[in-house]
């Protein structure tokens, strides 16, 4: 237990003393969102019937932004040699390492989310639903990164070949959320997109 | 499987010989198609050589250090020889457990890297933006070293004073910190592989001569990679060349086989 907390801790310092760690998923989340209104008007319907959707991609792309150093900049200065070794199971280091990257890059979009929200014109009732789904999507979104991030880690600019390989895999997160978010939206039950 | 030379008559004595074995081996960046030659020599006894020797991928390399508590590879830059020294830990690091031992040739021990093992690596795996005690408090919590081992390794490579100071104020001095993180903990086999620096190309090496001395009279076993001579007297040397043209087909042998 306490290497695992020691390898949370760690990578929570690097993310936060990093810059353009944790603060560029969040900028990059921001300026999507508040393109969107430039972009298609100002018409409040039509704000409304894009906001799920707008919030879900978005966050979906800014969770991508980062995934690529994940394992990559342990792999430059031998930190993965090391951690091979160590006592706690690859498949742990992986998860924690999955975890960090989510509470450093998921739960600030998911803090920010309703706020966003409002600019978008979502409807009232949507809005703990967006909270809900973004909760229980944005770890998937990084868990599911994980993999292409391991894959390519022996690459040099591998951030595109990460988004091709794990976007197709988002998919499912993205129809199940975006859809909750559209039926409490609509007045409808969301928990069925949930279950 | 590839099969040492014997030694010349009247150069050797048995008694002394240290015998290695060497499997296909899956290290990183290899490439598949070369060939090595490879040269074990102990000075003043004999010159068995193992040449031709052309590793796959998917398996293994493997190092008897025989009686000894130490063994240098050594040759050229770029020829591998740090490959061959972390190759080592691979496939324990995949599951086999720490303390494997087996008897091998004529009743000398012989043993792989396990997770209770430290790899004191090429590369640092210092953070720069944590500072110097951060990273060594990282890695003596992952890997379980006792209650003071951060400050003795601290104050055994001269950082004591700079353990606030972030890993990139230590440039030109990043082997020390690394140096200090494999010594955090005490392990009975070491893996130390020299930097390509200006400071690795130097003949004399103290720290980390003292370091691996300590280590081995504690007991422990030390593989170390560098492109010189360090001069360690009770440590066998293991030459690797660069491939050489023509050479003979890939080596088929299962891993995990001698």
Redesign the interface.
Known sequence: V??A???L??EL??AL??GGGAGLGLAFYLIVVLLVPLGVGPETEVLARVAPGTLWIAALLASLLSLDRLFQ?DA????L????????P?EALVALKALAHWLTTGLPLVAIAPLLAVTLNLPGPAFPWLVASLAAGTPGLSFLGAIGAAVTVGLRRGGLLISILVLPLYIPTLIFGARAVVAAAEGGDPRVQLR | MPQLRPPRKGAGDKKHTMSHTIFPCAWRGFPGRAAWAMRWHEPRRFRPRLSSLRPARAGRAGFDLGGRRALVLRGPNGVGQVDAAAGDRGPVARGERADRARRHGAGQRSRRLGRADRLHGHLDAIKPQLSVGENLRFWAALLGAETGAVERALAAFGLAAHRRSGGAGLLGRAEAPARARAADARAPAAVAARRADGVARRRDDPPLCRARAEHCAAGGLALIATHVDLGLPDAGVLTLAPPRPGASPPIRSSPGRA
């Open positions: 306490s290497a907390i020691a390898v801790g760690r310092r690097l003393r990093s900049t430059e200065d031998g930190t040699d090391v951690l091979a070794l160590a006592p706690l690859l």
